[in-house]
């Protein structure tokens, strides 16, 4: 793998890892901990139809109010009466009903696969999006492990359980979920927020797979 390569591969590490972050109540720490600096730096080195709304995303956290974009975000994701987009695979892949279906205890299936530990300061459910999108991380970050280790075993097996997640978990349900955010929103961050993780886990999903030949 080229110089070039290993640091898209690298991006696509820390774009994942902090488009997940902005699923988590709203703070000031994201702007001090400088997620959106990271993130738009990681979005201009994966591909440049990311940029924008990174950018956009970075710009609206800074100039909206944090108690705005707090409220905008329990209207969406935490109700408490009406809960506009429900952030739970099961939710969209099982009927409006379900929580902690069928589908829930598969993903958890292959989060033991791949070593995935839920945190125990995690007081959501299993498949919230952004767990699902710390496991896609976790997965890239293993692949690139092991393409640096030289692993070819390891580097397939990644490969393999990252396109079974993606083909039956969260990129079957990622689209509409982030369709609703969308529509739902009154705040341009969270719509940037949607489109952002919608366009970066289709991306995931038709990238070409390189991953089985070690450079």
Not at 1 to 25: G, K, P, T
Not at 53 to 66: D, N, R, Y
Not at 139 to 157: H, K, S
Not at 183 to 204: D, I, K, N
Request: hydrophobic content about 45%; some cysteine; overall charge negative.
């Amino acid at each position: 793998m080229s110089d070039s390569e290993n640091r898209i591969a690298l991006a696509r590490e820390d774009l994942c890892r902090y488009i997940a972050a902005c699923y988590y109540q709203p703070e000031p720490a994201f702007a001090e901990e400088g997620v959106f600096v990271t993130l738009l730096d990681a979005a201009k080195l994966v591909h440049p139809d990311l940029v924008p709304h990174a950018e956009k995303l970075g710009a609206e956290f800074a100039s909206a109010a944090t108690a705005d974009l707090l409220l905008d975000y329990t209207r969406l994701f935490l109700g408490p009466s009406h809960i506009l987009a429900k952030p739970y695979g099961s939710f969209w892949l099982e009927g409006q009903k379900t929580l902690m279906g069928e589908s829930t205890m598969a993903v958890l299936d292959l989060y033991r696969e791949g070593g995935f530990d839920m945190d125990d300061e995690f007081k959501e459910l299993p498949d919230h999006v952004a767990a699902e999108l710390e496991f896609l991380y976790l997965l890239i970050f293993r692949q690139n492990e092991a393409r640096a280790n030289g692993d070819l075993e390891r580097l397939n097996a990644m490969t393999a359980l990252k396109n079974r997640f993606l083909a039956e978990h969260l990129g079957r349900w990622i689209g509409p979920f982030t369709d609703t955010v969308k529509e739902g929103a009154e705040s341009v961050f969270y719509r940037q927020l949607a489109e952002l993780t919608a366009l970066f886990v289709s991306m995931e999903m038709r990238a070409e797979e390189v991953d089985s030949a070690l450079h």
